[in-house]
């Protein structure tokens, strides 16, 4: 059996004439990655070893094998990252292995216009992540004070004998969480729109929850951004901006980039 | 005065974020010959799985995860006292 490819990611071929290619080891750590080109675009790979590399090895150690998937998943990130810091990449999910060079070749051919316009498209720009999380105390300490309908029901449930008093608080005290939560998609909603205004792309993400972050704090907004590199700059002010006036309400803002534009190039 | 973008750009980024993007995004060009892992998309779902793996290697390596006997014994005893049954391991 012949040598498997492993694919990182695909670049335009008249980029790679601007400049020398740098020399980086593949998945094994052994052999070096290289490109391959086929027409207008250019393949980042590497070869591996078919055996150790097969399919079911291959999802037995991301599986089981903790130490083994930390190692290539950084590797894969740090790959990516690199060239994309030198060329327009169209980034690979991890472990996008194809057999052979011929069946690489067929599969970039078939899908050449959907690759043009993913260079299109990502040319000149980058992505960027936001997770905005916040204090829920602080902020229900504020909803529960500052909302009318709240403020009207506490006074009603004053006026009530004490036994009904116990059971109507129970239902405040929902009411004001639910409250709570629709303050929260609120304002996360104001500023991921606000910061539309620098972006060519936003997608919103699944919040993830305390025991994947490991915070305190909930999270309440998970985005991902293209933005035109020139306009990172003021998007990042504007993020640092939000971070002071609102720190003192228990918000907290976590931007990252930039990223290999992994959600804006995927094609179906 | 370094802008934003650097003092970001430099910070670490952790194994959660990178799986979370690299496992579930990223073009996955698919032809027969392909192998594509699709198996992780598992992997993904159960993010929670992954991060106790992950924290139980961190601890496997700081090498302080190791329970003795004695521990062991006084967990056993902390456990009995607590449910209140008799003691089937007197010796």
């Known amino acids: 059996m012949g040598d498997l490819i492993y694919l990182y990611g695909l670049i335009p071929t008249e980029e790679t004439t601007e400049q020398s290619f740098p020399s980086f080891k593949g998945f094994d750590g052994e052999r070096e990655i290289y490109t391959l080109s086929f027409g207008s675009t250019t393949a980042i790979v590497c070869q591996l070893n078919a055996e150790e590399y097969s399919e079911e090895n291959i999802k037995e150690k991301i599986n089981d094998d903790m130490e083994w998937l930390q190692e290539k998943a950084f590797h894969h990130h740090e790959t990516v990252v690199a060239f994309s810091k030198m060329y327009t990449v169209v980034p690979l999910k991890f472990c996008t292995i194809y057999k052979n060079e011929e069946s690489l070749m067929n599969t970039v051919q078939t899908n050449q216009d959907k690759l043009n316009s993913a260079f299109s498209l990502l040319a000149g720009n980058e992505e960027w992540n936001l997770k905005i999380y916040c204090d829920d105390s602080l902020l229900k300490d504020q909803v529960s004070k500052s909302n009318p309908a709240i403020e009207e029901k506490r006074a009603q449930i004053s006026e009530l004998p004490k036994g009904r008093q116990f059971f109507e608080k129970k239902k405040l005290d929902k009411l004001i969480d639910s409250e709570l939560e629709e303050e929260k998609t609120r304002i996360s909603e104001k500023i991921h729109f606000q910061l539309k205004e620098f972006v060519l792309q936003g997608n919103v993400k699944r919040n993830w929850s305390k025991d994947v972050t490991g915070k305190d704090e909930n999270m309440t907004w998970n985005s991902v951004y293209l933005i035109p590199k020139s306009d990172v700059e003021p998007f990042l002010e504007k993020i640092q901006q939000y971070e002071k006036d609102m720190k003192e309400t228990g918000w907290q803002f976590a931007a990252s980039g930039p990223w290999p534009a992994y959600h804006f190039s995927s094609f179906s | ?91």
Do not use: C, H
Not at chain 2, 13 to 20: A, E, F, S, T, Y
Not at chain 2, 22 to 37: E, F, T, Y
């Open chain 2, 1 to 91: 005065m370094s802008t934003v973008r650097e003092t970001i750009e430099n910070k670490d980024i952790g194994l959660i974020d990178i799986l979370d993007v690299i496992l579930d995004k990223g073009v996955a060009l698919k032809a027969d010959l392909v192998i594509s892992i699709a198996g992780v998309d598992l992997v993904y779902l159960d993010l929670r799985v992954l991060i106790a793996s992950v924290e139980s290697l961190v601890q496997a390596k700081e090498g302080n995860r190791t329970i003795n006997s004695a521990d062991f014994d006084q967990q056993r005893e902390a456990l009995i006292d607590a449910t209140g049954q008799p003691n089937k391991w007197q010796d």
